[in-house]
């Protein structure tokens, strides 16, 4: 930003701009956005200039989260929306002009302010938006606010086009993450978070993708128009300094401002240092050389500012991808674990508070090297012993909880020491890859790495490290990466056959397993893991759903049966429903044309057994036959055997809310076994009135009457009429005037 002045102060700007901008806007149209506009640009500088907006101005809107909004560029911010907000107010060619030309700025703040107009005035200027729109938009840090609550706003005022466009925006979205090995996960999330304004507002393709996404990566965070937020506000947040005047400090100022500072306790709204903190963040993300020079001046100063320090690195490196000084970041990590304070500090505060403390610093040393450790930017691999020495400083300080916990994951991943452990585990995957590279290092990963991990499987399998039991079940498939043989001779202690406690830790830590490894397979059977995951009581639900997704992907894989005696046969011989509904539900998901023929037709075999299985006990499920109806997008030919099954399934579709898969499948066969499908669109209608999605269940009847199964056509539509359903009406006279028309024409012949 360059160092700009007006006439008037902040202040006095504010004040005259509030009142007039609006107005000016309406009056002056396109003219007076590019004024305001050009003087906003102006005083931040160049484009490249305004890369980072978001990090001063949150949200464009007025809102709590901007707890600094008395500087000329806040308040230059607030002419040009209000301004803009003046001219798209009715509609007009000039309306038309003001927000493309915003949507098209080369500064990020002005292309926030247009989409943020389009939003509120969509029915105005709403079609500019999809004009404009570029897919990095829907990635990218800086606009997530602004598009979140466009999306959130206008959503209902989308064209079935902008719809279409929107969707295949989401379904196409792939991101430049920071780890590889996370991509899918990373996508999942964002199309998640993508959908989420716009769920629950009448399309239920939205609904059914959002909802899958939840179902498989957990619900939205908090404030998720946000990708971080303060939920302390102005009062927990307030700086007594502005981080740009940080950045103009000399060291020696820098250093005495830092120590002198004291919160006000007697004023309630006073600056604290966590605000001070957070200043200190904010500067180091912005400086030119992310204080490349000052990062030795932390070593002595208070937590907080070590915080604010390595939080800002943290940030710049991750979130910014812009470089940092590692020799001077390390010296000081090391610096800071080898002073005798911190492990006293350690002993003497608990790891609760608002205010930085050490077990703040704890994290953000973990966070900035797991960071700096993945596949992409990697930290140079000269760096990794020093990581080594401070990990295993803060491993050796910070106390072993041995309290188990619940949600054993959340609580490891967010946990001081767990945050120590998951970063000295891709320490360890950082220095195993260097090893196996094309040109490989010297080796000797394990003799580095082994006896941290020995020493915490010790406490670990006896019930008393529930973090490390948690991070082992999560990281066993890459454990077995660094060391197979150390990992598949210690599998029964990792999950721990002596400790139940231990035992429970690791399998909420597996059900965060991405992949199926034969090996990993193989052992959970063995040691009677998986089924103990299945069956066990008292274990979040996602632990027997990740269980049933191993073994049903081990059933398509040809590692597991249905009839010889396996875990997967078993289920089937008990009719274990809501085992079996799971795995339909985690069968349905693999849907797409990507599926290989022979997974498709195991899929099936699975659906003849235990259909088979039902007829066999005589029993009524309609659970587990609604559940099972899913599995209808893997029949591509309605062979007598699938028939049968279909037409048992078909009146119990709805139980579980999947009346409309059936219906749309059935549309889709229609045409080319017209027979079959009526039988089975009778079938369904035994059971319940198919009436979503409208567009299929008349598509089915009509290519029904095509393929020469009028009668049966016509005989659907009077069931609807005769349960008082106009549904088909329009469609029944349509077929009653088609056949008119074709006897017309044989009698004329």
């Known amino acids: 930003m360059t160092d700009k002045a007006g006439v008037l102060d902040s202040y006095r700007l504010g004040e005259v701009l509030k009142t007039s901008a609006r107005k000016l806007g309406e009056r002056c149209s396109a003219a007076a956005v590019e004024m305001l506009a050009g003087r906003l640009a102006e005083y931040i500088g160049s484009a490249d200039d305004d890369k980072y907006s978001y990090i001063w101005r949150s949200a464009i809107e007025d809102h709590e989260q901007d707890a600094h909004k008395d500087d000329t560029r806040d308040v230059l911010v607030d002419a040009v929306r209000d301004a803009a907000l003046g001219a798209t107010s009715s509609s007009s060619p000039a309306a038309l002009t003001v927000a493309k030309s915003l949507l098209q700025s080369p500064y990020p703040t002005l292309t926030r302010v247009g989409i943020y107009v389009c939003g509120e005035h969509y029915g105005t200027v709403g079609a500019v938006f999809w004009e404009c729109a570029k897919e990095s938009w829907f990635l990218d840090t800086l606009y997530w606010h602004e598009l979140y609550w466009l999306i959130n706003k206008a959503f209902s005022k989308f064209t079935a086009s902008q719809r279409a466009q929107f969707l295949h925006i989401v379904d196409q979205l792939k991101g430049d993450w920071a780890e590889e090995s996370r991509q899918e996960e990373w996508d999942d999330i964002h199309k998640r978070d993508l959908l989420h304004p716009a769920s629950g507002l009448g399309d239920a393709e939205v609904d059914e993708k959002y909802q899958a ?3 498989r990566w957990g619900p939205v965070r908090d404030h998720p128009d946000f990708h971080t937020y303060s939920s302390s506000g102005w009062v927990g947040d ?8 940080l950045v103009g400090m000399s060291d020696e100022e820098l250093v005495a401002y830092l120590k002198g500072f004291v919160p006000d306790a007697g004023t309630w709204d006073g600056p604290t240092y966590r605000g001070l903190a957070i200043s200190i963040s904010t500067a180091v993300r912005a400086s030119e050389d992310g204080f490349a020079q000052r990062i030795s001046l932390f070593a002595d100063l208070d937590r907080p500012y070590q915080h604010g320090l390595l939080r800002g690195l943290k940030e710049r490196w991750s979130d910014d991808k812009r470089d940092i000084n590692w020799p001077a970041t390390l010296s000081l990590m090391h610096a800071i674990v080898s002073s005798p304070a911190f492990k006293a500090d350690l002993a003497a505060h608990p790891a609760k508070g608002w205010e930085p403390s050490v077990h703040w610093v704890v994290s953000d040393i973990s966070e900035l090297l797991k960071g700096a450790l993945g596949t992409q930017r990697r930290l140079p691999s000269e760096f990794h012993k020093a990581c080594l020495q401070v990990l295993r400083r803060i491993l050796d300080a910070t106390p072993i909880e041995a309290e188990q916990w619940d949600d054993a994951v959340s609580h490891a991943i967010n946990s001081p020491r767990g945050r120590a452990l998951e970063c000295f585990i891709h320490l360890a995957l950082a220095m195993r890859r260097e090893e196996v590279a094309p040109n490989p290092s010297q080796g000797g990963t394990w003799s580095a790495v082994g006896p941290v991990f020995e020493a915490e499987l ?15 079940g999560m990281y066993c498939a890459n454990l077995h990466y660094v060391n197979a043989e150390w990992t598949e001779a210690n599998f029964d202690r990792i999950f721990s056959s002596t400790s139940d406690a231990a035992w429970k830790c690791a399998a909420q830590g597996f059900a965060y397993q991405r992949h199926l490894h034969d090996w990993l397979f193989n052992r959970l059977v063995a040691g009677g893991h998986l089924r103990r995951m299945v069956f066990s009581e008292g274990l979040p639900d996602q632990v027997a759903e990740k269980a049933l997704q191993f073994l049903g992907l081990a ?12 875990l997967l046969s078993e289920l089937v011989a008990d009719l274990r429903i809501k085992e079996l509904s ?3 539900w985690f069968f349905w998901t693999l849907r797409g044309k990507s599926v290989p023929p022979n997974r498709a037709s195991k899929i099936l075999k699975f659906w003849m057994k235990v259909a088979e299985q039902v007829r066999a006990n005589r029993a009524d499920e309609p659970e587990l036959q609604s559940a099972l109806g899913q599995l209808v997008v893997f029949v591509h030919e309605l062979t007598p055997a699938a028939v049968e099954v279909l037409v048992e399934a078909a009146p119990h579709a709805q139980v579980r809310h999947h009346g409309y898969m059936l219906v749309e499948n059935l549309a889709r066969l229609a045409n080319q076994y017209p ?26 009847v009509n290519r029904l009457a095509e393929a020469g199964e009028v009668e049966e056509a016509e005989g659907i539509c009077n069931a609807y009429a005769e349960q008082g359903s106009t549904l088909l009406k329009q469609t029944y006279e349509e077929i009653r005037a088609r056949q008119r028309a074709s006897s017309s024409d044989e009698t004329a012949l």
Not at 458 to 470: H, K, P, V
């Open 213 to 215: 996404l939840v179902l």
């Open 238 to 245: 307030r700086s007594p300094v502005t981080s740009d005047a």
């Open 458 to 472: 010790a406490t670990s399998e006896s019930g008393l490290n529930a973090d490390f039991s948690a991070m082992a």
């Open 555 to 566: 059933y398509l894989e040809g590692m597991e049966s249905i009839t010889e005696g396996g």
């Open 582 to 584: 799971k795995l339909c």
């Open 675 to 700: 027979k079959e499908v009526a039988i089975i669109f009778r079938a369904a209608i035994s059971g319940f009135l198919p009436d979503y999605r409208k567009e299929d269940v008349i598509a089915c």
